[in-house]
Structure formats: structure tokens, C-alpha cells
């Protein structure tokens, strides 16, 4: 399993960045798709979810980011996205791509962000928003 993350950057407030997650080792379109970020001296938080075919690609957001980010996938280029507007200054971070493939993995994941063994990450990709 990899996970590439890309897109990350330095952004001023108020503006607009799109992170990709590419992936290969295993079948995309059945796994589901997360973003995670971690602040410097935070724990590392659930941002978004898609789930997977079978849960016909059912987005969750946390109450932080709703309204302003957007997750979605590519099945074709085994590639997630997260669209974010509106940036802001504690948005800074180091966003990480995580995918995992059974059923019970994908529901802790994808409706209460929980961050279980069976993850696979990405190295993540640093997002900061400064003036």
C-alpha cells in the first residue's frame, strides 16, 4: 500500500488550496478515503472522509471544516482530493492521507474519525496559512 500526498503549501488567509492522494497496492475504488491533520503540538484530527463504492461515496466532515473543504475521488486515477477554501490560520498542518478496506475499519474511520491499526498512511503534506 502507498499513499502520496501533494498540493500542500503556504496560503494566505481566505484562500483556496487542493490537496491529492495518490494511491496503489490495493483496490481503490473499495477502500474509503480520509484526510487528517496534525498541528504542531495537537493530536492529529479526522478532517474528511469518503466512503467506498459500497457506501456510495458518502462524505463526513468535522464541524471545523464543514462549508469549506470538499473531499472527493477519482476512482479512474486512484486519486482522493480535498478541495479547501477558505482558509485560516488554524488550518496549518501537516495533512495526512489515510485509506482502509474492511467494513468495520471504514465505518470507525469514516463516521467517527477514529484512528484505528488498520489505517495506512500517507507522509503527509504540510498546509500553512499565514499572512
Known amino acids: 500500500v502507498q499513499l502520496v500526498e501533494s498540493g500542500g503549501g503556504l496560503v494566505k488567509p481566505g484562500g483556496s488550496l487542493r490537496l491529492a492522494c495518490t494511491a496503489s497496492g490495493f483496490t481503490f475504488s473499495r477502500s474509503a478515503m480520509s484526510w487528517y491533520r496534525q498541528a504542531p503540538g495537537k493530536e492529529r484530527e479526522g478532517v474528511s472522509c469518503?466512503?467506498?463504492?459500497?457506501?456510495?461515496?458518502?462524505?463526513n466532515y468535522a464541524d471545523s471544516v464543514k462549508g469549506r473543504f470538499t473531499i472527493s475521488r477519482d476512482n479512474a486515477k486512484n486519486t482522493a482530493y480535498l478541495q479547501m477554501n477558505n482558509l485560516k490560520p488554524d488550518d496549518t498542518a501537516v495533512y495526512y492521507c489515510a485509506a482502509v478496506h474492511d467494513a468495520l475499519s471504514v465505518q470507525a474511520m469514516c463516521e467517527m474519525f477514529r484512528i484505528v491499526d488498520t489505517i495506512s498512511w500517507g507522509k503527509g503534506t504540510l498546509v500553512t496559512v499565514s499572512s
Open positions: 469518503i466512503n467506498n463504492n459500497d457506501g456510495a461515496g458518502k462524505t
